[in-house]
């Protein structure tokens, strides 16, 4: 059974910083991809980034380019964001994801997801 646990959300004051992790767990290797969407009240899920195994592809939201960082242990099968300069449009639940073949910025290219953790930016 495929496990993705979300950890570090919480409240945080505009222009602060968090960093968020998600350990994967229930199977053997690591995944292809592995990334993070977001989805505030009444609006879509919406990625925010992308990241391969061997990190040379990459994806971030426009919204968040140059304000988050997507990294990854392959060895621990955890992918981390770490968000700075944070606005209140950033808070929303976010969730891990993961496939073990394909990339993309569609929902629909994963395959795992996490729960979900609330981020939430105070003006």
């Known amino acids: 059974q495929v496990q993705l646990v979300e950890s570090g959300g919480g409240l945080v004051q505009t222009g602060g910083s968090l960093r968020l992790s998600c350990a994967a767990s229930?199977?053997?290797?690591?995944?292809?991809?592995m990334g993070w969407f977001r989805q505030a009240p009444g609006k879509e899920r919406e990625f925010v980034a992308a990241l391969t195994r061997n990190g040379v592809i990459s994806a971030y939201a426009d919204s968040v380019k140059g304000r988050f960082t997507i990294s990854r242990d392959n060895a621990k099968n955890t992918v981390y964001l770490q968000m700075n300069s944070l606005k209140p449009e950033d808070t929303a639940v976010y969730y891990c994801t993961a496939d073990t073949s394909r990339f993309g910025r569609s929902p629909t290219a994963y395959d795992y997801w996490g729960q979900g953790t609330q981020v939430t930016v105070s003006s």
């Open positions: 229930g199977r053997t290797g690591s995944y292809y991809a």
